[in-house]
């Protein structure tokens, strides 16, 4: 693996901190009080949607300042296009994603850096294609931002191990996400009652309880038709995609100190 966009102490941290902060911000509604304003103002998903926006760009900034530089700017861009590109392919239809597989590879290959900013990059370019920008965009950058981030992060395997790996993460990736987005909309969905409702208030178990018989009877099939469209993607594009992408990580030299020679000319000039 190259880290193409090194992590150094200040961005890790802050990487760390808009993590949970996210993770929070998905969460909520376990650990809401009975009188808590967010359970009782369906504003609170576009207030959300301002905020992380902001906590990514300061992750966004701390990386640039250390370790983005005109080449992982590049292979960033072609990565994206490509992404969204791919992403009209599925559209979602049935769970069928077909841009995910692509930030799990890059991830892997490239990074945990560069697989969190790939991911929020991707799903902005394709929603801007697809015409899918709204309250719910910014939840799905930061959901596939930690999918190319957790990709980065996955151990080191045998050769003939790394695509079943890459494949099951898929699978397990493509279900939290969807799991994750259900969270964003869940406590403000209207029309649901008895075991399907958000409780303020209520115990967190009784709660992710209640999030569970939501998901499994609103959005399961999509849930599990993304995680499908992972394994099969990756364990049939997977190796010859990992060896592209390392092929031009080598050609890049990513991981190569960059100096400055003296000219020539000048040194034989002092020479002489």
Do not use: C
């Amino acid at each position: 693996m190259s880290n193409v966009i090194a992590l150094r102490p200040r961005s890790t941290i802050a990487l760390a901190i808009v993590s949970v902060a996210g993770l929070l911000i998905f969460l909520w509604p376990l650990f809401a009080t009975p009188d808590a304003r967010l359970g009782q103002n369906a504003d609170a998903p576009l207030v959300f949607a301002l905020l992380i926006p902001l906590l990514m760009a300061v992750v966004l900034f701390e990386i640039s300042e250390g370790g983005l530089d005109v080449k992982a700017v590049a292979m960033l861009g072609v990565l994206s296009a490509v992404g969204a590109a791919l992403r009209p392919l599925g559209a979602g239809t049935a769970g069928l994603e077909t841009v995910f597989f692509l930030l799990v590879l890059g991830g892997r290959v490239f990074g945990p850096g560069f697989g969190f900013v790939l991911g929020s990059t991707t799903l902005f370019a394709s929603a801007l294609v697809t015409g899918g920008v709204g309250p719910w965009l910014p939840y799905q950058m930061l959901g596939a931002a930690w999918v190319g981030l957790g990709a980065g992060l996955l151990p080191r395997v045998p050769g003939r191990w790394e695509v079943p790996l890459l494949a099951a993460y898929g699978a397990v990736a493509g279900l939290l996400y969807g799991w994750l987005l259900n969270f964003s909309f869940w406590p403000f969905a209207v029309g649901l009652g008895g075991d399907l409702s958000f409780v303020a208030g209520a115990p967190p178990w009784e709660n992710l309880r209640r999030f569970g018989t939501f998901s499994v009877a609103t959005s399961l099939w999509w849930d599990l038709g993304r995680a499908l469209t992972n394994v099969v993607l990756i364990s049939i594009t997977g190796k010859a995609v990992l060896a592209t992408l390392r092929r031009a990580s080598r050609r890049a030299a990513f991981d190569d100190e960059v100096t400055f020679d003296e000219p020539v000319s000048t040194r034989h000039t002092l020479a002489g």
